[in-house]
């Protein structure tokens, strides 16, 4: 990664704030953006900025640190840092990177922060190289498709209905044979036929996933993938 990463602290301590924000300075791949102290203030760094990384102290005050990850959509690579040993558990089922135990060393911090690095590296790296675009034909014509714009894709018959955000495209193809073209981090087959882009998910809920404004079924045999998967943390 040849830019540096987006870090910010969330800690009520201002001796550990120190501490981190001395130990990010020294790391050359890591980027302070933002040092706040409480739940609320973190919420509204993590709305107007990219945070990539964050240091996350599990005692905090009105919301603990395992709540407030809770609480986000959209999860930055997460780092604990707490004087209690008891919450590592329940940090590491949160798929937190690493739990750096009160008071740690600067080594300790290099290893948790090293891991963080090689992670966002691999994600650079696949991101680079998946397509960003198919090219679909229908009504006679070759459209160029962006794949961020694509909610599910589901068989019609002969026919395949890929719906975008902007429409749908008719193809003349298989789910099986378009699926080959797509990047397996984003999209999923979720039935026999129905494939969904993760990102476009609001939410999953028993035998159904809502993407856009659709509720697409969910395959018995799709089932236990499909929770795997949306735990994943590669997009």
Do not use: C, M, P, Q
């Given at each position: 990664m040849t830019r540096p990463i987006q870090c910010a602290i969330l800690e009520d301590e201002p001796l550990a704030q120190n501490i981190l924000k001395k130990y990010i300075e020294d790391h050359p791949a890591l980027e302070l953006f933002a040092i706040c102290s409480n739940a609320e203030e973190a919420q509204k760094v993590l709305l107007r900025q990219h945070v990539e990384l964050l240091f996350l102290d599990i005692n905090l005050p009105k919301l603990s640190?395992?709540?407030?990850?809770k609480t986000l959509p959209h999860r930055p690579l997460v780092i604990f840092t707490t004087a209690y040993p008891e919450?590592?558990?329940?940090?590491?089922e949160l798929d937190a990177i690493d739990y750096l135990l009160k008071p740690f060393s600067?080594?300790?911090?290099?290893?948790?922060a090293n891991k963080a690095v090689q992670q966002l590296n691999k994600k650079e790296i696949v991101d680079q190289s998946a397509p960003s675009f198919i090219f679909?034909?229908?009504?006679?014509k070759v459209h160029k498709v962006n794949l961020d714009d694509i909610l599910h894709i589901e068989a019609a018959g002969d026919y395949i209905k890929?719906?975008?955000?902007?429409g749908h495209y008719t193809v003349n193809d298989t789910?099986?044979?378009l699926q080959e073209e797509l990047p397996p981090v984003q999209f999923?087959?979720?039935?026999?036929?129905?494939?969904i882009s993760r990102t476009k998910i609001k939410f999953f809920e028993g035998n159904y996933v809502k993407v856009g404004n659709a509720d697409i079924p969910i395959g018995n045999s799709y089932r236990e993938e499909i929770s795997t998967r949306l735990k994943e943390r590669n997009i």
């Open positions: 640190g395992i709540n407030f990850l919450y590592a558990v329940e940090g590491f600067f080594e300790r911090f290099l290893k948790a679909l034909k229908a009504d006679k890929v719906v975008t955000e902007n789910l099986k044979s999923i087959r979720v039935h026999k036929s129905y494939i």
